[in-house]
């Protein structure tokens, strides 16, 4: 039987899994960006059960070559532009290291007061890089927490604001009465699966119609619906407004929306997973423009801000309303710390109870990068986002399919659906980039999205490119 890894057999075998990572990064340009392997031939190639005595790292190591990375989709390929680049970076792993070898549980501040405390400073670092509104600090009635993605974040101020609409109500006895979530039409898909979880089901979502030229939601038609809904006794408790929607990273009107959240007594939740990180940029804050009407605010560090996931960082202006909808206190858990009232328990701040020690690799992050080293990576990614929309405008047979704030860029030939379609699956086919596609307007359109660290000039390039020479073996002469 194999003894339990000491810590000297810790060092060797860390050092080789981190020299390996290391190898990987460095050869990332070098390899296909997917795997043209047909489904189950990973499952097919490892054996029926576990060995039935220990093996050395370096036995897993040499099939992690064999069997595993020939068969992923590279997320970290500079030449990646599919869906948000789930950017990760030398620190953020080194952080998530860290925390796994301490192996903490931070679900109270009694089981790790420094889980806690680190990540209500971190949350408070990245609201005064963001410039939040100063009801999101911790030091005033609000505060924040890292979820595991915005879905949850959407979750949570979901169940927030049906507890608030119910007037506590909720907690006790259920869903009581028909309540509607609204978001617009280009909303992400968390937000219906919220409202099931939430028992609000998919109809308590209405979508509210959008702008034709910028893909917001309209102010005016988020008015006529709720006052369609109230006239029909429905009870309005949830907008989700959208900065930089997954599809074309549209910005919302958060002061008009804020607004009318305001006039009915609403709970406005702001989703801004991608687009939020801009906001490091003082000259890219646009989108926050009227932030100061939201209840709750997330965005996701594990897309564009260098941070591996798990990481969503989330606030909410009065962190009493969301333990009070939240808190479940079995005698197990009692402890003189949370009687005190002095601390912050973010068990009571999410849906599961555990939590990891999250706020490590942030801590890495922001302090390896600096807030210049932030500012730099994301305006690289907006200005080789530019460089490529500029390519775009400047070849007639190509066009723009929706405005481009920040660094993704949707484009498409000036051809039908189905030319689109055979574009991307020939460019994506030759392994050395890889884009996705939407719909816009009615219309397939493809999305690049520029994030990883690893990119540069050559890689946007290289991806235009194959997109010109593409669509000359495409397009009749």
């Given at each position: 039987?194999?003894?339990?890894?000491?810590?000297?057999?810790?060092?060797?075998?860390?050092?080789?899994?981190?020299?390996?990572?290391?190898?990987?990064?460095?050869?990332?340009?070098?390899?296909?960006i997917?795997?043209a392997?047909?489904?189950?031939?990973?499952?097919?190639?490892?054996?029926?059960?576990?060995?039935?005595?220990g093996?050395?790292?370096?036995?897993?190591?040499?099939?992690?070559?064999?069997?595993?990375?020939?068969?992923?989709t590279?997320?970290?390929?500079?030449?990646?532009?599919?869906?948000?680049?789930?950017n990760?970076?030398?620190?953020?792993?080194?952080?998530?290291?860290?925390?796994?070898?301490?192996?903490?549980q931070?679900?109270?501040?009694?089981?790790g007061?420094?889980?806690?405390?680190?990540?209500?400073?971190?949350?408070?670092?990245?609201?005064?890089?963001?410039?939040?509104?100063?009801?999101?600090?911790?030091?005033?009635?609000?505060?924040?927490?890292?979820?595991d993605?915005?879905?949850?974040?959407?979750?949570?101020?979901?169940?927030?604001?049906?507890?608030?609409a119910?007037?506590?109500?909720?907690?006790?006895?259920?869903?009581?009465?028909?309540?509607?979530?609204?978001?617009?039409?280009?909303?992400?898909?968390?937000?219906?699966?919220a409202?099931?979880?939430?028992?609000?089901?998919?109809?308590?979502?209405?979508?509210?119609?959008?702008?034709?030229?910028?893909?917001?939601?309209?102010?005016?038609?988020?008015?006529?619906?709720?006052?369609?809904?109230?006239?029909?006794?429905?009870?309005?408790?949830?907008?989700?407004?959208?900065?930089?929607?997954?599809?074309?990273t549209?910005?919302?009107?958060?002061?008009?929306?804020?607004?009318?959240c305001?006039?009915?007594?609403i709970?406005?939740?702001?989703?801004?997973?991608?687009?939020?990180?801009?906001?490091?940029?003082p000259e890219?804050?646009?989108?926050?423009?009227?932030?100061?009407?939201?209840?709750?605010?997330?965005?996701?560090?594990?897309?564009?801000l260098?941070?591996?996931f798990?990481?969503?960082?989330?606030?909410?202006?009065?962190?009493?309303?969301?333990?009070?909808?939240?808190?479940?206190?079995?005698?197990?858990?009692?402890?003189?710390?949370?009687?005190?009232g002095a601390?912050i328990?973010?068990?009571?701040?999410?849906?599961?109870?555990?939590?990891?020690?999250?706020?490590?690799?942030?801590?890495?992050?922001?302090?390896?990068?600096?807030?210049?080293?932030?500012?730099?990576?994301?305006?690289?990614?907006?200005?080789?986002?530019?460089?490529?929309?500029d390519?775009?405008?400047?070849?007639?047979?190509?066009?723009?399919?929706?405005?481009?704030?920040?660094?993704?860029?949707?484009?498409r030939?000036?051809?039908?659906?189905?030319?689109?379609a055979?574009?991307?699956?020939?460019?994506?086919?030759?392994?050395?980039?890889?884009l996705?596609?939407?719909?816009?307007?009615?219309?397939?359109?493809?999305?690049?999205?520029?994030?990883?660290?690893?990119?540069?000039?050559?890689?946007?390039?290289?991806?235009?490119?194959?997109?010109?020479?593409?669509?000359?073996t495409?397009?009749?002469?």
């Amino acid at each position: 039987m194999a003894a339990h890894m000491t810590p000297e057999e810790f060092r060797r075998a860390g050092h080789a899994v981190v020299d390996w990572i290391a190898d990987y990064w460095a050869t990332l340009p070098e390899r296909p960006i997917t795997s043209a392997a047909p489904p189950g031939t990973v499952v097919a190639a490892l054996p029926d059960g576990p060995p039935e005595r220990g093996e050395p790292v370096e036995a897993v190591l040499a099939d992690l070559d064999t069997l595993v990375t020939p068969h992923l989709t590279h997320w970290q390929h500079p030449g990646f532009f599919g869906y948000f680049p789930a950017n990760t970076s030398g620190p953020s792993v080194l952080g998530d290291l860290v925390s796994a070898g301490l192996g903490v549980q931070g679900m109270l501040w009694a089981t790790g007061p420094a889980c806690t405390e680190l990540e209500t400073a971190m949350l408070d670092w990245l609201a005064d890089l963001l410039d939040l509104p100063k009801r999101f600090r911790s030091a005033g009635a609000g505060g924040g927490v890292i979820q595991d993605s915005a879905s949850s974040a959407t979750l949570v101020a979901t169940l927030v604001a049906v507890h608030r609409a119910s007037g506590g109500r909720w907690r006790e006895g259920g869903v009581d009465r028909r309540y509607r979530a609204y978001t617009s039409t280009q909303g992400h898909s968390s937000i219906e699966k919220a409202a099931r979880i939430a028992g609000l089901g998919t109809d308590g979502v209405r979508a509210v119609e959008v702008d034709p030229e910028t893909l917001a939601m309209s102010p005016a038609a988020l008015r006529a619906a709720v006052e369609a809904d109230r006239a029909d006794g429905v009870v309005p408790a949830l907008v989700v407004a959208t900065v930089g929607t997954t599809s074309t990273t549209a910005v919302d009107p958060l002061p008009e929306i804020g607004a009318i959240c305001a006039e009915y007594g609403i709970f406005l939740h702001v989703d801004a997973a991608y687009a939020g990180a801009a906001a490091v940029c003082p000259e890219l804050r646009f989108g926050h423009a009227g932030l100061e009407y939201a209840d709750s605010y997330c965005f996701d560090p594990h897309k564009w801000l260098l941070t591996g996931f798990d990481c969503d960082a989330s606030w909410v202006a009065d962190r009493g309303e969301l333990t009070e909808a939240l808190t479940v206190l079995p005698e197990y858990l009692r402890n003189a710390a949370s009687e005190s009232g002095a601390v912050i328990d973010y068990r009571d701040w999410q849906v599961p109870l555990g939590r990891r020690f999250r706020a490590l690799k942030l801590w890495f992050v922001l302090r390896w990068y600096g807030v210049e080293g932030l500012r730099a990576h994301i305006r690289s990614g907006v200005a080789l986002a530019a460089r490529f929309a500029d390519r775009v405008r400047a070849d007639e047979r190509f066009e723009l399919a929706a405005p481009h704030p920040y660094s993704l860029v949707c484009f498409r030939l000036r051809a039908d659906d189905a030319v689109n379609a055979e574009l991307l699956a020939r460019v994506n086919a030759t392994g050395r980039v890889h884009l996705t596609h939407t719909s816009v307007a009615g219309r397939y359109a493809l999305r690049l999205a520029v994030g990883s660290p690893q990119t540069t000039t050559s890689h946007v390039d290289e991806a235009w490119t194959l997109l010109t020479e593409t669509a000359t073996t495409l397009l009749p002469h």
